[in-house]
């Protein structure tokens, strides 16, 4: 693999990063404690406090994610197969972010309008959203925390 | 209403629920009910009304079963500053604005137009939007949309964290602290209680019944029915009798659509507002930028594909050119 295809999967790693940290600080944002725990009194954060904004700010992230997501996975099946291995934990986390893009993308429709979920399935949904979004925050830390990869470049 | 919930009933109601609904998710087309069902709508003709309050005690005696019954003292919440109470419990009977035991009351206003001075008596409540941003941005989905178009607050999920009133434009639900799911967590850092709002008499629709602030009222001030009978009526009578409808686009189009002999911009600036008594503005789509993103989302998937293949594409073309061909 050539040094441009290095350096865009460096660029991309961090559009992710940063994608992920923003999903993750809207996504908290759903619930009503920003306003309570003085966040938004933060200068600068005041737009924590409004759900629209994070709400939206949540939407294009999920966006962002979902594009880079079938760009590398299209790009990885067609070209960096032989490169790159995924291992173990990078499955795990795969899961994870597969069952987190699939709820919100369920709840995306659910808030179409004409479109009715009875309430268990988003209560379901809600609940799935956020438990696999703490069990990925969790071990997304542990595996860097512990220098665990999720894909390996694998031996020429 | 007590809901005497202990944290085994929850999670227990949780486990039934995530498993109903696990089924649920396997039958998902039967899940998700498309706009063939048609929602219900209500039309209230203020010239019709006189203020008399039959519906208001109406709902009150029909709705006195789900109505809370806090838990006193009330845990301190922190930061105390910025959590405040919001007790309605000793005040039951006050019938001037919303409140958790109050889901409909008359908003009275003096009006001059056309030269002349008019009373009018407003039923407000959930104005039951078509596409509600309380239901669509609810944490827990406590308040949710039923297919007949109805907006309802689950009491037993609510942890009273009053989201659905800030994304509401008429900031309709009202909270009573010292009820509901929260008490049983972390009182003291998160959740204030339950909120409470019109929820249409539900029950009694889902038994073949009319709501009762709708049968009770001597005027027929109310109707209800299927939202484009509604939205014809309303239009008709708009254009045969030179009325104003409210409701109509607000928000997106709402369920509940009223008929006035003056327009609503004149109403409102004479009308008392505040905390418990909305505003009758015009109100633009609160969801419009989401179900905007959400287009986009559908489209991310395959730009990212596109874009992917693209590359490989021009990679491939690079390899296989004759100038590379000849090079080596």
């Known amino acids: 693999m050539n040094n441009s295809t290095d350096k865009s999967l460096k660029y991309a790693r961090w559009i992710a990063i940063a994608t992920l940290a923003a999903l993750a600080i809207t996504g908290f ?84 309008k004409g479109v009715y979920f009875s309430l268990d399935f988003i209560f379901f949904l809600d609940l799935l959203h956020i438990i696999f979004s703490v069990l990925f925050l969790i071990s997304a830390g542990i595996f860097k925390i512990i220098k665990l990869p999720w894909v390996e470049r694998l031996e020429k | 209403m007590n809901h005497k919930i202990s944290r085994r009933d929850l999670f227990t109601k949780g486990a039934k629920r995530t498993a109903a609904a696990g089924i649920a998710a396997v039958a998902l087309p039967q899940a998700v009910k498309g706009a063939t069902g048609s929602e219900l709508a209500t039309l209230l003709d203020l010239r019709k009304c006189i203020g008399c309050e039959a519906c208001v005690y109406a709902c009150k005696d029909s709705n006195a079963k789900k109505y809370p019954e806090p838990v006193k003292p009330f845990p301190v919440m922190h930061p105390v500053k910025r959590v405040k109470v919001e007790d309605w419990s000793e005040n039951r009977d006050e019938t001037t604005r919303l409140t958790p035991y109050t889901w409909l009351y008359i908003q009275r206003v003096k009006v001059y137009y056309n030269g002349k001075e008019q009373e009018l008596n407003i039923p407000r409540r959930c104005m039951h939007c078509e596409n509600p941003p309380c239901a669509n941005l609810c944490p827990w989905g406590s308040a949710h949309k039923q297919s007949n178009g109805i907006t309802v607050i689950d009491t037993e999920l609510c942890f009273g964290g009053a989201k659905c009133k800030d994304v509401c434009p008429w900031k309709i639900p009202q909270r009573q602290t010292g009820v509901g799911i929260y008490l049983k967590f972390a009182p003291s850092l998160g959740g204030n209680g339950v909120m409470y709002k019109c929820d249409r008499c539900y029950d009694k629709i889902a038994q073949g019944e009319i709501p009762a602030c709708i049968t009770e009222c001597p005027e027929g001030v109310q109707k209800i029915g299927p939202r484009e009978d509604i939205i014809r009526e309303a239009k008709a009578i708009a254009l045969s009798e030179g009325v104003y409808l409210y409701g109509l686009e607000e928000n997106g189009g709402t369920n509940t659509i009223y008929i006035s002999p003056v327009p609503f911009d004149v109403i409102d600036r004479a009308l008392e507002k505040g905390d418990g008594k909305p505003h009758i503005q015009p109100v633009a789509d609160s969801m419009a930028s989401a179900d905007l993103l959400s287009k986009a989302m559908v489209i991310a998937p395959l730009a990212g594909i596109a874009a992917a293949a693209g590359k490989n594409f021009r990679m491939l073309k690079k390899i296989f050119s004759p100038e590379k061909e000849n090079n080596e």
């Not at chain 1, 949540?58 to 099946?77: D, K, P």
């Open chain 1, 29 to 112: 944002g759903q619930m009503p404690l920003y306003k309570r725990y003085y966040v938004s009194s933060i200068p600068g954060f005041r737009w924590t406090a409004d759900y629209y904004i994070t709400h939206n700010i949540h939407y294009a992230g999920a966006i962002i994610l979902l594009t880079l997501t079938a760009y590398y996975t299209t790009r990885y099946f067609m070209q960096f197969r032989g490169v790159y291995r995924i291992t173990r934990q990078g499955f795990g986390i795969i899961l994870f972010l597969a069952v987190i893009a699939v709820s919100g993308i369920l709840k995306v429709i659910a808030s179409q």
